[in-house]
């Protein structure tokens, strides 16, 4: 009698650990698939990222070149309309002459008392 609670008990601790070895293995598979799951996700998400910056730098590239035009434009307008009408650039150009050098001689007033 003993030995068939003998067989029985290693029957029964034998189908345990095939149990425990089959889900041991199901859970490393459901563990690698998440895992592979969670790659695909990062990786769509690095490419989704890298896509979004590359945009935003050719938006800030294109941004850049149309206030080079638009600078160079209002440019070409200031030196046409300077050489139609110097003499207003000339009398703005002595008024801050004038400006500084009397703010530079009260400094030097100021220092020297």
């Not at 598979?29 to 730098?57: M, Y």
Request: hydrophobic share 40%; charged share 30%.
């Amino acid at each position: 009698m003993q030995s068939m609670n003998g067989h029985k008990s290693s029957a029964t601790v034998a189908g345990l650990q095939e149990a425990a070895q089959a889900k041991k293995e199901e859970m490393a598979k459901l563990v690698s698939q998440k895992l592979d799951e969670i790659k695909g996700l990062l990786r769509g998400t690095v490419e989704t990222g890298k896509a979004q910056f590359e945009k935003a730098v050719e938006c800030a590239e294109d941004g850049i070149g149309q206030g080079k035009k638009q600078i160079q434009k209002t440019a070409k307008q200031v030196d046409r309309e300077i050489k139609k009408n110097p003499w207003p650039v000339i009398g703005a150009a002595a008024a801050l002459s004038l400006f500084a050098g009397l703010v530079i001689g009260w400094s030097a007033r100021k220092y020297r008392d």
